[in-house]
């Protein structure tokens, strides 16, 4: 008997990494947690927490959704096939959670957002989110599934608060610290050309023009070369 339980406790430890590795990572993420971005996706913290709190707050209001932002490939896992088509990932996805989520979910992508929301309709969700675009690099994508989670919110009656992501104020001092590099690597290269310059145009004594000795007052008077 021990020896059962003890082989069925082995293939249930090497079975879990096995499952985990062969699935999507947003299916292990949103069984408990409502946000999914990739680990690897360079996402500013600011505007990670505006998601979260916005999709907190929504669901606290009594609108239920999850969201996975898919900016990579790398973000499907075994599901890679599946890029560039959020509507069947969001089929997909709402099926490997729907043992234990089975209300609305959104899927964004660089080429597109998706609802899936088990068998229900999701055509007001369609119409919520007519003509929104999503951003193309990590920072934009995750920005603009916050507002498409405002919109799917407010189209359910719910309004939510606009957080501050914070990155207005970071992206000018990363603009003003990179201008400011700029302009001390110019002045580095004009100060090192100036002194080239300075060196190269000095002539050495070689180059001089060599004046001609002195002569002498007899040698210069012709009239007493011959006494």
């Known amino acids: 008997m021990r020896r059962a339980l003890l082989a069925a406790a082995l293939a249930a430890l090497v079975a879990v990494p096995a499952a ?7 299916s292990d993420v949103l069984l408990t947690q409502k946000v ?16 979260q709190k916005t999709v907190d707050a929504a669901n606290a ?7 996975a932002v898919i900016a990579f490939t790398g973000d499907l896992g075994t599901a890679v096939s599946l890029w560039r088509r ?8 709402g099926s490997e959670i729907a043992f234990v989520y089975a209300k609305r979910l959104l899927v964004a992508m660089p080429a597109g957002f998706a609802v899936h929301d088990g068998r229900r309709s999701t055509a007001a969700e369609q ?3 007519k003509g929104a675009e999503p951003g193309h690099t990590p ?4 920005a603009s599934t916050t507002e498409a989670v405002r919109k799917l919110a407010a189209s359910g009656g719910v309004q939510v608060p606009v957080y501050s992501s914070g990155g207005g104020a970071h992206d000018w001092r990363d603009r003003i610290i990179i201008a400011v590099v ?7 290269i004009v100060l090192a050309g100036s002194r080239l310059r300075a060196r190269g145009g000095g002539r050495s004594p070689s180059a001089e023009p060599r004046s001609s000795p002195p002569r002498s007052p007899e040698s210069s008077d012709p009239g007493t070369g011959g006494r």
């Open 36 to 51: 999914f971005v990739g680990p690897e996706v360079p996402v500013s913290k600011g505007k990670l927490d505006a998601l």
């Open 127 to 129: 119409r919520a989110l």
């Open 86 to 93: 959020p509507q069947d990932y969001s089929k997909f996805l």
């Open 139 to 142: 920072d934009a994508l995750v």
């Open 182 to 188: 700029g302009l001390l690597v110019v002045a580095l």
């Open 20 to 26: 985990s590795a062969n699935g999507d990572p947003a």
């Open 61 to 67: 209001k009594g609108y239920p959704i999850r969201v």
